[in-house]
């Protein structure tokens, strides 16, 4: 079992009076920037802490900060014998104060190792502070690290496009699903479907493709109602466990997508427009999470799910035909921060009002309900790859909206760069970095192992292309 070493310190930097905000009572200046810091000098050690607790005490409101995910740092001390500045992984808070308050510092490990720090901090000079050096290690089994809890208030929704077999209709399945939730309602038409109501539906979906292997099949779209929270992702749990039942009878291909719906009544336009920027700034990240048929480029994209980032770049791809680029990242990002107003960031996003691309602010335009709609997931009824887009989403949008604006990548900047960045400054939960990481890592080589062969496709395909697969596979 390896040990590790760990720095505990702080960077200061003290506000002018025209800095510095007002405390809670308004009387004095809070000149004092600090950053409380837990510095490990690798990402492996990084892996050992499950979380860090900076403790303030009851003085402060909140008097806990916690943080569960470390940003590579290259301003930190080295904490080796070499005594050299070198980047690290820094768990960390940022916060202001009229006075110095003694910190608690609690370093949980994977395996229930609990290590306690108390640091004073150094309210003079600039920069950081020689931190003190302890080291540790944990004995215990260490744990999977685990999601970062949905908020408890947080909306969403979700839409999952599937077929069956002739011989299991809608009704069949809605008694199965009522097993779980409760209440699950059989709509006839896609007028009645766009109504609001109270619980799940099968809604028929007429631009879903039959699998050659099973032409006149059923097709639909199970919606869900407004969800909220942990509570929500559970039901989602009970939903995909009751669609197990039906194994090989119900099924997916390359025709169908998985839509989230995420409630942004709360955000105001400067916060949907730092969430509009982020997504064109990682959207060819994104793409890496899902098969070619889900990218950009694809047939299936240009009629499901189009390009927000081509869109804000006037219609046409950021580099023209003869490779000279047309627009650059800061001229994307520019225009999405000159836009004022909804209709103006949806003109940007979506141009022509269509609601057919990866990010869809439609609904916001229309008033109809408010929420953005991710669009670009596929099909699927494993809990694992829905629960897994529902937190990214929801992190991506409440980071996105709460976080200062972002900034544009150079041109050099490598996909590998681009994925770190999302994750470290914007996602912040491992948990989901892991996941998607292995998800790059498996596509990856199924791309490699299928290429120029034959057997790529199966016989069960939506127009003799998609291959389709069990709701489990």
């Given at each position: 079992m390896s040990s590790y070493q760990i720095a505990v310190g702080n960077t200061y930097r003290r506000l002018s009076?025209?800095?510095?905000?007002?405390?809670?009572?308004?009387s004095s200046r809070k000149n004092h920037d600090v950053t409380f810091f837990v510095d490990v000098p690798t990402s492996e050690a990084a892996d050992v802490i499950?979380?860090?607790?900076?403790?303030?005490?009851?003085?402060?409101?909140?008097?806990?900060?916690?943080?569960?995910?470390?940003?590579?740092?290259?301003?930190?001390?080295?904490?080796?014998?070499?005594?050299?500045?070198?980047?690290?992984?820094?768990?960390?808070?940022?916060?202001?104060?009229?006075?110095?308050?003694?910190?608690?510092?609690?370093?949980?490990?994977?395996?229930?190792?609990?290590?306690?720090?108390?640091?004073?901090?150094?309210?003079?000079?600039?920069?950081?502070?020689?931190?003190?050096?302890?080291?540790?290690?944990?004995?215990?089994?260490?744990?999977?690290?685990?999601?970062?809890?949905m908020p408890d208030g947080f909306n969403f929704g979700i839409e999952l496009e599937l077929t069956s077999e002739t011989t299991v209709s809608s009704e069949d399945i809605a008694a199965q699903l009522r097993r779980g939730v409760g209440d699950v309602r059989v709509i006839t038409s896609y007028s009645q479907g766009q109504q609001q109501i109270g619980g799940w539906k099968l809604v028929p979906d007429a631009s879903i493709v039959c699998?050659?292997?099973?032409?006149?099949?059923?097709?639909?779209?199970?919606?869900?109602?407004?969800?909220?929270?942990?509570?929500?992702?559970?039901?989602?749990?009970?939903?995909?466990?009751?669609?197990?039942?039906?194994?090989?009878?119900v099924k997916v291909n390359k025709s169908m997508g998985y839509h989230v719906h995420i409630d942004v009544s709360g955000l105001s336009v400067p916060q949907l427009v730092k969430v509009c920027q982020n997504f064109v700034k990682y959207e060819d990240v994104m793409d890496r999470f899902f098969p070619p048929s889900r990218r950009t480029g694809s047939e299936e994209s240009a009629r499901y799910f189009q390009s927000n980032r081509v869109s804000v770049a006037g219609g046409t791809s950021a580099y023209s035909y003869h490779g000279h680029r047309t627009q650059t990242n800061r001229e994307i990002h520019n225009s999405l921060g000159r836009c004022h107003s909804i209709a103006d960031l949806a003109d940007a996003m979506h141009q022509g009002g269509s609601r057919y691309y990866k990010l869809n602010l439609q609904n916001l335009v229309s008033e109809r309900q408010p929420t953005i709609e991710f669009r670009q997931h596929s099909a699927t009824a494993s809990y694992d790859k829905i629960s897994a887009w529902v937190?990214?989403?929801?992190?991506?949008?409440?980071?996105?909206?709460?976080?200062?604006?972002?900034?544009?990548?150079?041109?050099t900047a490598s996909l590998d760069k681009q994925t770190d960045?999302?994750?470290?400054?914007?996602?912040?939960?491992?948990?989901?970095?892991?996941?998607?990481?292995?998800?790059?890592?498996?596509?990856?080589?199924?791309?490699?192992?299928?290429?120029?062969?034959?057997?790529?496709?199966c016989s069960g395909c939506a127009k003799g292309r998609a291959c389709s697969r069990s709701i489990r596979g």
């Open positions: 009076d025209g800095e510095a905000p007002l405390d809670r009572s308004g499950a979380l860090v607790i900076f403790d303030f005490g009851p003085t402060f409101q909140p008097s806990e900060y916690k943080c569960p995910s470390p940003v590579p740092s290259k301003t930190a001390y080295a904490i080796d014998n070499g005594g050299q500045q070198r980047s690290v992984m820094r768990f960390a808070t940022r916060q202001t104060m009229y006075g110095a308050v003694s910190c608690s510092i609690r370093v949980r490990c994977r395996g229930g190792t609990t290590l306690l720090y108390e640091h004073s901090p150094t309210l003079s000079g600039v920069g950081t502070t020689r931190p003190a050096v302890h080291r540790f290690q944990e004995l215990r089994p260490m744990r999977p690290l685990r999601p970062i809890k699998n050659i292997s099973q032409p006149n099949c059923n097709t639909f779209e199970l919606v869900s109602p407004v969800l909220r929270g942990g509570d929500g992702l559970s039901e989602v749990a009970k939903i995909a466990n009751d669609l197990g039942f039906f194994r090989g009878q937190r990214f989403c929801s992190r991506f949008v409440a980071n996105s909206a709460r976080l200062a604006s972002p900034s544009p990548f150079s041109s960045a999302l994750f470290y400054y914007v996602i912040k939960d491992r948990a989901l970095r892991n996941f998607y990481i292995a998800r790059i890592d498996e596509l990856s080589a199924a791309s490699s192992h299928f290429e120029g062969s034959a057997s790529a496709c």
